[in-house]
């Protein structure tokens, strides 16, 4: 089982930054799919960026593509997300996920039903 902590959320003004962090624990993550969503009040889960556990491809939506940048260090165990130019669009709670992968098979990134393990979630609020 591997348990994700997320962190980093907050409060930010309109046009700036943040980096989220996740940190896992359980298991070595250094192989495994990443991504991370995001979800508003009343709405549908959101995929925001995803990163391969083999050859660390990353992925983003395009509401965030040029603005956000998903990353991995594999010596702490840890996925981060940093995002720029926030908008109070931004605003949702933004979640961690995991997922141990056969590097061969499909990886559907945009789906959270794809991944096995979720963090708590980090509230993001941006002002404007």
């Known amino acids: 089982q591997v348990q994700v902590v997320e962190s980093g959320g907050g409060l930010v003004q309109d046009g700036g930054s943040l980096r989220l962090s996740c940190a896992a624990s359980?298991?070595?993550?250094?192989?495994?799919?990443l991504g991370w969503f995001r979800q508003a009040p009343g709405k549908e889960r959101e995929f925001v960026a995803a990163?391969?556990?083999?050859?660390?491809?990353?992925y983003y939506a395009h509401s965030v593509k040029g603005r956000c940048t998903i990353s991995r260090d594999n010596a702490k165990n840890t996925v981060y997300l940093q995002m720029n130019s926030l908008k109070p669009e931004d605003t949702p709670v933004y979640y961690c996920?995991?997922?141990?992968?056969?590097?061969?098979?499909?990886?559907?990134?945009?789906?959270?039903?794809?991944?096995?393990?979720w963090g708590q979630g980090t509230q993001v609020t941006v002002s404007s």
């Open positions: 996920a995991v997922v141990r992968q056969n590097p061969a098979d499909i990886f559907y990134y945009n789906v959270p039903g794809s991944y096995a393990y």
């Open positions: 359980g298991s070595t993550i250094s192989s495994y799919n």
């Open positions: 990163i391969r556990g083999t050859g660390y491809t990353t």
